[in-house]
């Protein structure tokens, strides 16, 4: 079987094909100035990336944005709601927890701030999301800042971990994201506007033993996120493209009960962070457009190094840190 290539969409350079000794020169020619023009843009990047550190962009304006935020009935989810609000956003509060959720809320109100809406939804269903989503669009509008927070994880060896413990963690982890996704995306295309925010974890940069499925399921998150981003950039077979921004989170344990049983020889470094303070840095990264963030912000930059080095060394230095998760008991 042969395949159809469109010769009319491809790149000059790539269906240009030798066939005499000029055509070779030009080709090996403009193939030296692509590689000199990616040379170029690899200074001016690095530069402009040294300069950022010290000089980080300005942070975007919040104001009138429609926020939503699953899982905000309590931790991180709800310290966001908090802190959106503050930058007078219209916050749309989406969790199972009722209660939590409207307590949320009256947070929010006895701080002055009226315009939230809370929502009772179960992320990990499709029909429900788009429901929901439906219903939101109704009442409050277009929503341009998704952010997908709602999580579980369930914490012990993976063979005491049930199939349907496994399900779970994935429709609420991963799945969800693909439904709100699915509702809320395509208006933000529509109207070139909008932005992603999804909660991984280093959990979905570095695999931790006794929690195995909640690893896999954060570093789909960052797969999803990564190929998102790429497909809106590039633009899709319709030639739609997109200023949508992404930012993927990457915290370490924060203290909003799923962990337990932290273990830490050196909590002066890596210790459990407060929800409050995780908020702040992730509506920051936000505000700037950062396309990734680790809370600590200097663990990315670390694993990227630690790529490098020999794998057995790797090892050794996570048997000196001795930082993770022990199991828990009554999950």
Known sequence: MTENVNESTSPPLRR???????NSIAYFGLLLLELILLAIKFVYTTIESTVRIFLPPLEKSLVDEIVLITGAGHGIGRELAITFAKQNSIIICWDLDEKG????????????HKRVYTYKVDVSKRQEVLDAAALVKQQVGNVTVLVNNAGIMPCRPL?????????????VNVLAHFWSLEAFLPSMIENNHGHIIALSSMCG????????????????????????????????????????KFTTVYPI????????????????????Q??????????????????????????????RISRLLPGKFIQNV?????????????D
């Not at 063979?159 to 429709?171: C, L, M, N, V």
């Not at 940069?205 to 399921?217: K, Q, R, T």
Request: net charge positive; hydrophobic share 40%.
């Open 318 to 330: 996570k048997d000196f840190i001795d930082t993770g998760l022990d199991p828990h008991t009554d």
């Open 274 to 303: 407060e929800p409050e303070k995780v908020a702040n840095i992730i509506v920051k990264s936000m505000r700037r457009n950062y396309k990734e963030v680790s809370i600590p912000w200097m663990l990315l930059p670390l694993d």
């Open 159 to 171: 063979f005491f971990q049930s199939h349907e413990i496994i399900k779970k963690i994935f429709d």
């Open 205 to 244: 940069v570095i695999g931790l033993p006794n929690v195995v499925p909640y690893c896999a399921s954060k570093f789909a998150v960052r797969g999803l996120m990564e190929a998102m981003y790429e497909e809106l950039r590039v633009g899709d077979t319709k030639n739609l493209k997109s200023e949508i």
């Open 16 to 22: 240009y094909r030798p066939n005499s000794m000029s």
């Open 101 to 112: 959720n409207e307590e949320t809320k009256q947070i929010l109100k006895l701080q002055g």
């Open 253 to 272: 344990m924060v203290n909003t009960g799923l962990v337990k049983k932290p273990r830490n020889r050196f909590p002066f470094l890596l210790d459990v």
